[in-house]
Protein backbone atom coordinates (compact mmCIF):
# COMPACT_ATOMS: atom_id res chain seq x y z
CA UNK A 1 0.00 0.00 0.00
CA UNK A 2 1.43 3.56 -0.80
CA UNK A 3 1.28 5.40 2.17
CA UNK A 4 0.20 9.54 1.32
CA UNK A 5 2.98 11.75 0.29
CA UNK A 6 5.51 11.36 -2.83
CA UNK A 7 6.39 8.31 -3.38
CA UNK A 8 10.23 9.06 -3.65
CA UNK A 9 12.03 12.40 -1.46
CA UNK A 10 15.45 12.96 -1.34
CA UNK A 11 15.84 15.30 1.46
CA UNK A 12 19.36 17.12 1.38
CA UNK A 13 21.37 13.66 -0.13
CA UNK A 14 25.00 13.49 -0.41
CA UNK A 15 27.09 10.35 -1.56
CA UNK A 16 30.87 10.22 -0.85
CA UNK A 17 33.01 7.74 -2.07
CA UNK A 18 36.27 7.83 0.16
CA UNK A 19 37.38 10.96 -0.90
CA UNK A 20 34.95 11.69 -3.77
CA UNK A 21 31.82 13.63 -3.52
CA UNK A 22 29.64 11.60 -5.75
CA UNK A 23 26.39 13.48 -5.20
CA UNK A 24 26.31 16.75 -3.95
CA UNK A 25 22.86 18.00 -1.51
CA UNK A 26 20.31 16.72 -3.85
CA UNK A 27 16.46 17.77 -2.83
CA UNK A 28 13.94 15.48 -5.36
CA UNK A 29 10.12 14.57 -4.82
CA UNK A 30 8.54 12.04 -7.69
CA UNK A 31 4.69 11.97 -6.73
CA UNK A 32 2.14 8.95 -7.51
CA UNK A 33 2.16 8.83 -11.43
CA UNK A 34 4.57 11.37 -11.88
CA UNK A 35 7.50 10.74 -14.74
CA UNK A 36 10.51 12.46 -14.05
CA UNK A 37 14.21 12.12 -15.96
CA UNK A 38 17.50 13.11 -14.67
CA UNK A 39 20.05 14.27 -17.18
CA UNK A 40 23.61 15.09 -16.93
CA UNK A 41 27.23 15.11 -17.86
CA UNK A 42 29.00 11.82 -17.98
CA UNK A 43 30.31 10.75 -14.03
CA UNK A 44 27.97 13.06 -12.21
CA UNK A 45 26.23 10.70 -10.19
CA UNK A 46 23.33 9.90 -11.73
CA UNK A 47 23.39 6.07 -11.38
CA UNK A 48 24.34 6.42 -7.74
CA UNK A 49 21.26 8.73 -7.37
CA UNK A 50 19.33 5.54 -9.10
CA UNK A 51 21.17 3.58 -6.07
CA UNK A 52 19.95 5.99 -3.47
CA UNK A 53 15.99 5.81 -4.51
CA UNK A 54 16.43 1.91 -4.80
CA UNK A 55 17.73 1.00 -1.77
CA UNK A 56 21.02 -0.43 -2.88
CA UNK A 57 22.77 2.15 -1.34
CA UNK A 58 22.58 4.45 1.57
CA UNK A 59 23.12 8.05 1.37
CA UNK A 60 26.43 9.65 3.30
CA UNK A 61 24.07 12.36 5.06
CA UNK A 62 20.09 13.40 4.43
CA UNK A 63 17.50 10.72 3.91
CA UNK A 64 16.13 8.93 0.86
CA UNK A 65 12.34 8.24 1.99
CA UNK A 66 10.01 6.13 -0.07
CA UNK A 67 6.74 5.48 0.51
CA UNK A 68 6.45 2.07 -1.82
CA UNK A 69 8.55 -0.87 -1.41
CA UNK A 70 6.74 -1.40 -4.97
CA UNK A 71 9.93 -0.48 -6.63
CA UNK A 72 10.22 -1.96 -10.62
CA UNK A 73 14.00 -1.57 -11.73
CA UNK A 74 15.40 -1.70 -15.16
CA UNK A 75 18.89 -1.43 -15.92
CA UNK A 76 20.57 -0.40 -19.38
CA UNK A 77 21.69 -4.50 -19.93
CA UNK A 78 18.12 -6.40 -20.22
CA UNK A 79 20.37 -8.69 -17.80
CA UNK A 80 17.80 -11.77 -19.06
CA UNK A 81 19.07 -15.55 -17.73
CA UNK A 82 19.87 -17.03 -21.12
CA UNK A 83 18.61 -20.53 -20.78
CA UNK A 84 15.20 -19.35 -19.76
CA UNK A 85 12.48 -18.63 -22.56
CA UNK A 86 11.08 -15.19 -22.89
CA UNK A 87 7.76 -16.05 -20.60
CA UNK A 88 9.90 -17.58 -17.86
CA UNK A 89 12.56 -14.66 -17.76
CA UNK A 90 9.12 -12.62 -17.40
CA UNK A 91 7.91 -14.49 -14.63
CA UNK A 92 10.73 -14.64 -12.64
CA UNK A 93 10.30 -11.80 -10.31
CA UNK A 94 7.07 -12.86 -9.50
CA UNK A 95 7.73 -16.26 -8.70
CA UNK A 96 10.82 -14.81 -6.55
CA UNK A 97 8.01 -12.46 -4.82
CA UNK A 98 6.00 -15.69 -4.04
CA UNK A 99 3.16 -14.67 -5.55
CA UNK A 100 0.57 -17.47 -6.74
CA UNK A 101 1.68 -19.15 -9.75
CA UNK A 102 -1.32 -18.92 -12.06
CA UNK A 103 -1.93 -15.54 -11.17
CA UNK A 104 2.27 -14.69 -12.20
CA UNK A 105 1.55 -16.69 -15.18
CA UNK A 106 -1.57 -14.68 -16.37
CA UNK A 107 0.07 -11.24 -15.31
CA UNK A 108 3.25 -12.11 -17.19
CA UNK A 109 0.72 -12.90 -20.02
CA UNK A 110 -0.72 -9.74 -19.61
CA UNK A 111 3.22 -8.13 -19.77
CA UNK A 112 3.94 -9.62 -22.79
CA UNK A 113 1.26 -9.02 -24.51
CA UNK A 114 1.45 -4.82 -23.02
CA UNK A 115 5.11 -4.90 -24.75
CA UNK A 116 4.59 -6.59 -27.90
CA UNK A 117 5.80 -9.65 -27.14
CA UNK A 118 3.12 -11.94 -27.09
CA UNK A 119 4.58 -14.25 -29.97
CA UNK A 120 7.69 -14.94 -28.58
CA UNK A 121 7.12 -15.91 -25.21
CA UNK A 122 8.49 -19.66 -26.11
CA UNK A 123 11.85 -17.88 -27.22
CA UNK A 124 15.00 -17.86 -25.93
CA UNK A 125 16.76 -14.09 -25.29
CA UNK A 126 19.85 -14.91 -27.89
CA UNK A 127 16.64 -15.20 -30.24
CA UNK A 128 15.76 -11.68 -29.49
CA UNK A 129 17.11 -8.42 -31.05
CA UNK A 130 18.29 -5.95 -28.45
CA UNK A 131 15.41 -3.65 -28.56
CA UNK A 132 13.07 -7.14 -28.17
CA UNK A 133 15.39 -8.21 -25.14
CA UNK A 134 14.82 -4.47 -23.15
CA UNK A 135 10.85 -4.95 -24.01
CA UNK A 136 11.29 -8.21 -22.42
CA UNK A 137 13.28 -6.60 -19.42
CA UNK A 138 10.66 -4.03 -19.32
CA UNK A 139 8.09 -6.71 -19.06
CA UNK A 140 9.75 -8.51 -15.98
CA UNK A 141 9.41 -5.73 -14.12
CA UNK A 142 5.96 -4.79 -14.80
CA UNK A 143 5.08 -8.03 -13.79
CA UNK A 144 5.10 -6.55 -10.11
CA UNK A 145 3.06 -3.87 -11.01
CA UNK A 146 5.55 -1.66 -9.46
CA UNK A 147 4.40 1.86 -8.13
CA UNK A 148 7.66 3.34 -8.54
CA UNK A 149 9.76 2.41 -11.80
CA UNK A 150 13.48 3.00 -11.99
CA UNK A 151 15.12 3.13 -15.28
CA UNK A 152 18.73 3.54 -15.54
CA UNK A 153 19.57 4.21 -19.35
CA UNK A 154 17.22 1.37 -20.53
CA UNK A 155 17.70 2.54 -23.90
CA UNK A 156 21.74 3.46 -24.12
CA UNK A 157 22.80 0.78 -26.08
CA UNK A 158 20.17 0.55 -28.71
CA UNK A 159 20.21 2.41 -32.33
CA UNK A 160 18.09 5.30 -32.88
CA UNK A 161 14.91 4.17 -34.51
CA UNK A 162 14.87 1.14 -31.99
CA UNK A 163 15.44 3.82 -29.40
CA UNK A 164 12.75 5.88 -30.49
CA UNK A 165 9.76 2.67 -30.70
CA UNK A 166 10.69 1.95 -27.36
CA UNK A 167 10.38 5.29 -26.20
CA UNK A 168 6.70 5.53 -27.72
CA UNK A 169 6.10 2.01 -26.06
CA UNK A 170 7.52 3.26 -22.71
CA UNK A 171 4.92 6.27 -22.44
CA UNK A 172 1.98 4.29 -23.64
CA UNK A 173 3.08 1.67 -20.74
CA UNK A 174 3.22 4.57 -18.59
CA UNK A 175 -0.06 6.11 -19.62
CA UNK A 176 -1.44 2.67 -18.92
CA UNK A 177 -0.03 2.06 -15.69
CA UNK A 178 0.54 5.32 -13.89
CA UNK A 179 3.53 4.42 -12.01
CA UNK A 180 5.99 6.59 -10.64
CA UNK A 181 9.09 7.22 -12.93
CA UNK A 182 12.76 7.93 -12.56
CA UNK A 183 14.52 7.90 -15.73
CA UNK A 184 18.30 8.44 -16.10
CA UNK A 185 19.38 9.51 -19.25
CA UNK A 186 21.61 11.51 -21.35
CA UNK A 187 18.99 11.81 -24.21
CA UNK A 188 17.48 15.08 -24.33
CA UNK A 189 14.82 14.06 -26.58
CA UNK A 190 13.56 11.10 -24.68
CA UNK A 191 14.00 12.82 -21.33
CA UNK A 192 11.40 16.01 -22.97
CA UNK A 193 9.37 12.98 -24.67
CA UNK A 194 8.66 11.04 -21.98
CA UNK A 195 8.80 13.12 -18.51
CA UNK A 196 6.91 15.70 -16.90
CA UNK A 197 9.47 17.27 -15.49
CA UNK A 198 13.36 16.72 -16.62
CA UNK A 199 15.98 18.12 -14.28
CA UNK A 200 19.70 18.68 -15.08
CA UNK A 201 22.68 17.41 -13.22
CA UNK A 202 25.81 19.42 -12.65
CA UNK A 203 29.18 17.60 -13.41
CA UNK A 204 30.62 16.04 -10.30
CA UNK A 205 29.81 16.07 -7.70
CA UNK A 206 26.34 15.82 -9.14
CA UNK A 207 23.47 18.65 -8.10
CA UNK A 208 20.45 19.12 -9.69
CA UNK A 209 21.25 22.93 -11.17
CA UNK A 210 17.89 23.35 -13.62
CA UNK A 211 14.33 21.89 -13.49
CA UNK A 212 11.87 21.51 -16.63
CA UNK A 213 8.12 21.30 -16.74
CA UNK A 214 7.18 19.45 -19.91
CA UNK A 215 3.58 20.78 -20.82
CA UNK A 216 2.66 18.05 -23.16
CA UNK A 217 -0.46 16.23 -22.38
CA UNK A 218 -0.13 12.76 -22.34
CA UNK A 219 -0.17 9.79 -24.26
CA UNK A 220 2.21 12.08 -26.75
CA UNK A 221 2.02 11.19 -30.11
CA UNK A 222 5.87 10.07 -31.84
CA UNK A 223 5.17 13.71 -34.12
CA UNK A 224 5.39 15.44 -31.27
CA UNK A 225 8.94 15.06 -31.46
CA UNK A 226 8.27 17.12 -34.71
CA UNK A 227 6.47 20.22 -33.17
CA UNK A 228 7.84 23.96 -32.44
CA UNK A 229 7.23 23.75 -29.05
CA UNK A 230 9.04 20.24 -28.47
CA UNK A 231 12.37 21.85 -30.22
CA UNK A 232 12.18 24.74 -27.96
CA UNK A 233 11.83 22.87 -24.67
CA UNK A 234 14.45 20.45 -25.79
CA UNK A 235 16.82 23.53 -26.83
CA UNK A 236 16.70 25.05 -23.71
CA UNK A 237 17.22 21.49 -21.61
CA UNK A 238 20.21 20.93 -23.82
CA UNK A 239 21.32 24.86 -23.18
CA UNK A 240 21.09 23.67 -19.69
CA UNK A 241 22.97 20.80 -20.03
CA UNK A 242 25.90 22.02 -21.66
CA UNK A 243 26.53 25.04 -19.19
CA UNK A 244 26.28 21.92 -16.43
CA UNK A 245 28.95 20.03 -18.00
N1 LIG B 1 30.96 2.14 -5.54
C1 LIG B 1 31.72 3.19 -5.87
N2 LIG B 1 32.96 3.32 -5.34
C2 LIG B 1 33.73 4.38 -5.65
N3 LIG B 1 33.38 5.37 -6.49
C3 LIG B 1 32.17 5.28 -7.05
C4 LIG B 1 31.27 4.19 -6.77
N4 LIG B 1 30.13 4.39 -7.48
C5 LIG B 1 30.31 5.55 -8.16
N5 LIG B 1 31.51 6.09 -7.90
C6 LIG B 1 32.03 7.35 -8.44
O1 LIG B 1 31.01 8.33 -8.30
C7 LIG B 1 30.93 9.15 -9.45
C8 LIG B 1 29.53 9.10 -10.03
O2 LIG B 1 29.28 7.82 -10.59
P1 LIG B 1 27.89 7.44 -11.29
O3 LIG B 1 28.05 6.06 -11.85
O4 LIG B 1 26.77 7.67 -10.35
O5 LIG B 1 27.83 8.50 -12.47
P2 LIG B 1 26.86 8.59 -13.74
O6 LIG B 1 26.40 9.99 -13.83
O7 LIG B 1 25.80 7.55 -13.64
O8 LIG B 1 27.86 8.25 -14.91
P3 LIG B 1 27.57 7.81 -16.42
O9 LIG B 1 26.68 8.84 -17.01
O10 LIG B 1 28.93 7.78 -17.04
O11 LIG B 1 26.94 6.43 -16.33
C9 LIG B 1 31.99 8.64 -10.40
O12 LIG B 1 33.13 9.45 -10.29
C10 LIG B 1 32.28 7.24 -9.92
O13 LIG B 1 33.61 6.88 -10.22
Redesign the pocket.
Known amino acids: MTKPGPLLSFNAVTRT ?1 GK ?1 Q ?1 VAPVDLQISAGEFVSVI ?1 P ?7 LLRLASGLDRASSGEVVRTTDNVGYVFQDATLMPWRTVRRNVELLGELSGANRGNVKMRAQAALESVGLADFGDHLPRQLSGGMKMRASLARALVLEPELFLFDEPFGALDEITRTRLNTQLMELFVEHRFGGLL ?1 T ?1 SVDESVFLSDRVLVMSA ?1 PGRIVAEFAVPFAFPRPPELRYTAEFAELSGRVAKALEEAS
Open positions: FVAGSGCGKSTIHR
